[in-house]
């Protein structure tokens, strides 16, 4: 069995390989002249203002959070998906109450208005029991 | 693997003496070399075929200069890219910028080795198959961060973080409108899917006819699946028009052209995945291909397999060459409001149809009514 995960090893070490080889062909041939304007940040041809490692909006954060408890619920159904033929109606049930409690958790997500890109001020709850 | 070489050792007598294990070594070695030839040139044909099937839909010719009729435009541009200076900007983060590629395309490439490609024909057949995909191919948002992060350049951090945000909501209906297929088999590894779409139904084995919530799901994985490999209604990461090209703005050279050829083996990934879960794999309709000689039937099912892999990516630059670009808000809408409650409901119909029919399909079941 673990003969099968040496073939992912050798996948894995041959692409990096084929990466290098393909750079390294690249540090062969081609010509290499920099200049201080050319190793500049592109900003569509003005001088680069401030450095880009900025504040970037909440809802990426927002996002990737949402994303990591359903991910996890993906990987615990698997299983439950191979053996489901066999345990039959228990499992079922077993995972229709797991994907309700998790679709409830949606429903407040959508409720609270997390799901929503544009947001502005007065979408967030707290503004909205202020009124 | 290791059968095939313990084979191989008693059919050479050349090879009586050397160690089992430098023998199957060898073979992997071989094996994913071969199977590397075939990622390469399917990624440089893809990129041909790709502005082939864009003129033609745009009513122009494409590329027609390198060759008859431009056939060998995608030779031309890997000798340009190979050629082009290799340009890291003063300010970017080095290391990482120079990681990137790595990530996404061993993570593209690392999961070629559980596509079916035929009965005997796979490079390994992990017990895992499609969890394993699902991981490899989340790599491939690692070094889109990376690139985007670390080249310090505003409109590639922004493609950064928009491409990871968009994978990473897209994976879970990719990941869910999987599961009906692995419910059917009872298994994980992609070659006891394809087996259990054989069978003498004909294309009414397949998976996509085995009930309504299957067909269904089939249409909710092609849609995510397009979502995640950036293609056009959902290209927002690269989004020519606002930001220049998202998270791949200051790479050049080479460096430049293993993000695309790793987006063309996703392609592949997607169409393959799609082929074998819902599609029938490599199965010939009313037909064992396993009654074959060895070779013939290899031959045989690479063949049907490829030609579904090839249409579904056809089918793939289609839709991209046809549909304008949504907008942020419409695509986080469209995977949290949409596909993740409609997978969700979907997967509960495949299971209670499983479970109320015993596991048999529509096709199945008009088939035992007449004996």
Redesign the interface.
């Known amino acids: ?1 673990l ?6 090893l ?3 070490v ?3 390989v ?2 290098a080889l ?2 390294g ?3 062969w ?6 200049s ?1 304007v ?7 041809g003005e001088v ?1 203002y401030g ?4 504040q ?2 909440i ?2 954060y927002v ?2 959070l ?2 990591i408890i ?2 996890v619920e ?2 615990l ?2 299983p439950w ?6 345990l ?2 228990l ?2 049930i077993e ?2 109450i797991f ?1 309700v409690i ?2 409830a958790g ?1 429903a407040y ?2 409720k609270e208005g997390d ?4 947001r502005t001020l007065q979408d967030t709850p707290a503004k909205k029991g202020a009124k | 693997m290791e059968a095939l070489a313990i084979s191989l050792v008693n059919a050479v007598p050349l090879l009586a003496g050397v160690p089992l294990w430098t023998v199957t070594l060898l073979l992997m070695v071989a094996v994913a070399a071969v199977i590397l030839v075939f990622a390469l040139t399917f990624e440089g044909v893809g990129s041909l075929v790709l502005r082939k099937v864009a003129g033609d839909i745009q009513a122009r010719i494409g590329p027609n200069r390198v060759g008859p009729n431009g056939m060998l435009q995608f030779l031309a541009d890997g000798v340009k890219l190979v050629l082009k200076e290799d340009i890291i900007p003063a300010n970017a983060d080095r290391l990482l910028f120079k990681l990137a590629p790595y990530f996404v395309f061993v993570g593209s490439f690392a999961a070629f080795v559980v596509v079916p490609f035929g009965v005997g024909l796979i490079a390994a057949d992990l017990n895992i198959g499609i969890y394993y995909v699902m991981a490899v191919t989340s790599l491939v948002v690692i070094g889109v961060l990376l690139a985007g992060w670390a080249s310090n350049n505003k409109w590639a951090l922004l493609g950064g973080m928009r491409a990871a945000a968009q994978i990473v909501s897209y994976e879970i209906p990719v990941g869910m409108a999987l599961i009906p297929a692995v419910l059917i088999a009872g298994s994980l590894s992609l070659q006891d899917i394809v087996r259990s779409q054989g069978g003498l139904l004909g294309i009414f084995g397949w998976n996509l006819f085995h009930n309504p919530f299957t067909f269904f799901s089939f249409f909710l994985y092609f849609t995510a699946a397009q979502a995640e490999t950036n293609q056009t209604p959902f290209d927002l990461p690269e989004a020519e028009s606002e930001l220049v090209s998202g998270y791949n703005v200051e790479y050049s050279g080479i460096r430049f052209g293993l993000f695309f050829l790793a987006e063309f083996g996703d392609m592949f990934i997607v169409a393959a995945l799609a082929t074998a879960c819902f599609l029938g794999g490599w199965n010939v309709p009313f037909f064992h291909v396993g009654t074959l000689p060895w070779i013939w039937g290899n031959l045989l099912s690479l063949g049907v397999f490829l030609t579904k892999a090839f249409a579904m990516v056809l089918i793939m630059m289609w839709v991209r060459w046809t549909l304008p670009r949504l907008r942020v808000d419409q695509l986080m809408r469209m995977s949290w409001k949409y596909l993740v409650p409609l997978t969700f409901v979907n997967l509960l119909g495949v299971s209670l149809w499983l479970l109320v029919f015993r596991g048999k399909g529509i096709p199945g079941m008009i088939a035992s009514l007449f004996g």
């Open positions: 069995m003969v099968e995960y040496a073939t992912v050798v996948f894995i041959l692409g990096a084929t990466v393909m750079l062909l690249q540090r041939f081609a010509p290499s002249a920099p201080a050319k190793l500049s940040t592109y900003e569509c680069p450095s880009s490692w900025v970037f909006n809802r990426f996002v990737a949402i994303f359903f991910d993906v990987a159904l698997y998906a191979v053996v489901f033929q066999r039959g109606f499992a079922f995972a229709f994907i998790l679709l949606l997500l959508w799901l929503e890109w544009v």
